[in-house]
């Protein structure tokens, strides 16, 4: 019997896509009048940034023989599958959009936090790609004296550089005074956002057979973690935090709070990439193709998948911060708009120029 989790999930129904609209079928016959009625509501994926790695192929599945808990499991529940969707009119006010981002503050859970009333500074664990990064900023005194504030604090850590993303709603004057402490652009990014008010975009299929899954038991959080760290050129994660990973998974999914999804191609890996629905706000994050499966739709089968869910569990805006030059131009293709930069500045701590 399935437990009461299990039960909850499978009301937000199976994601069965037909083979013949781009997207594998775990279960049923393709041809059936119900999966092309879900071909026609609905049928994609896809993903974001470049020049990655191949990511380690740490589990294959095995399509044919899948049992209900490891098939991805999506809200679809969609009160607009009878009329046509169009791309998204953009509506949103910058600041609503800045005020989002800034509530947007990623802290894993066993990252190390120094937190005073003008600024959060983390430790990010040895699997990230980012060593120490400021991740939030309300100065209450002079900007020069609270930035000085943040380094100073930064060097106790004893590491040679601080990663500080300066946020849209920032200070004017901040990227001057980083940069006149020697700090450098080191990752170019955007903020952009879409209304989801009147409900998801439609986007083109895949152009080949994607299967998704939630992340929600080991295997599958492994797969995606994976491509996520060969793609922003971190490490792949300890068991035990992958373990915590699909747990999390099976807890926030169901409850609609979101998750990672994993999008598969052949059984392989594919792509990946994350939401979280927080105050009506669906955060796309960590949206990543491994390169021999992109220009195939698969960013946009796991972009797709994401939207829809946001839409269905409440969220009225989808945000991403987003890579101007990868993910960027999918996103305003999929009717997004861009709000301003979010650039990351390298701040050096040692005097040296940041590495």
Not at 282 to 309: E, F, I, K, T
């Amino acid at each position: 019997m399935w437990s009461a989790q299990w039960r909850a999930a499978a009301a937000m129904a199976v994601l069965v896509i037909p083979a013949t609209c781009g997207v594998s079928s775990a279960f049923g016959n393709p041809e059936s009048g119900e999966a092309k009625a879900a071909c026609r509501r609905r049928a994609s994926t896809v993903d974001e940034l470049p020049g990655i790695r191949r990511a380690p192929r740490a589990h294959r599945h095995r399509d044919a023989g899948l049992c209900h808990r490891q098939v991805l499991i999506l809200q679809q529940r969609r009160a607009d599958t009878h009329r046509p969707r169009t791309l998204l009119r953009m509506s949103l006010s910058v600041a609503d959009v800045a005020a989002a981002g800034a509530a947007w503050v990623w802290m894993p859970d066993d990252a190390e936090v120094v937190a005073d009333a003008e600024y959060t500074i983390l430790r990010l664990p040895e699997y990230v790609a980012f060593d120490l990064s400021v991740v939030s900023f309300t100065p209450t005194r002079p900007l020069g004296q609270a930035v000085d504030a943040v380094v100073e604090r930064a060097r106790a850590f004893g590491l040679p550089t601080l990663d500080w993303q300066v946020l849209l709603g920032d200070p004017a004057g901040l990227p001057a005074e980083l940069a006149a402490r020697g700090g450098q652009v080191k990752i170019e990014l955007e903020i952009v956002a879409a209304d989801l008010s009147e409900g998801a975009p439609a986007l083109r299929p895949p152009t080949v057979d994607v299967s998704l899954r939630w992340a929600t038991d080991v295997a599958t959080a492994r797969d995606g973690l994976a491509i996520e760290a060969a793609g922003f050129r971190g490490e792949l994660p300890p068991a035990e935090r992958i373990e915590a990973v699909a747990a999390r998974n099976a807890e926030t999914v169901p409850a609609g709070r979101g998750g990672l999804i994993v999008a598969y191609v052949d059984g392989e890996p594919a792509g990946t990439g994350g939401v979280a629905i927080v105050d009506g706000v669906a955060r796309l994050s960590g949206g990543v193709v491994a390169p021999h499966w992109r220009g195939r739709g698969v960013y946009r089968s796991v972009l797709d998948a994401r939207l829809s869910y946001g839409v269905a569990n409440g969220a009225t805006m989808a945000l991403v911060k987003a890579n101007p030059t990868t993910s960027g131009p999918i996103l305003r293709k999929a009717g997004f708009t861009g709000f301003g930069p979010e650039p990351v500045y390298a701040v050096p701590l040692n005097g040296d120029q940041p590495q």
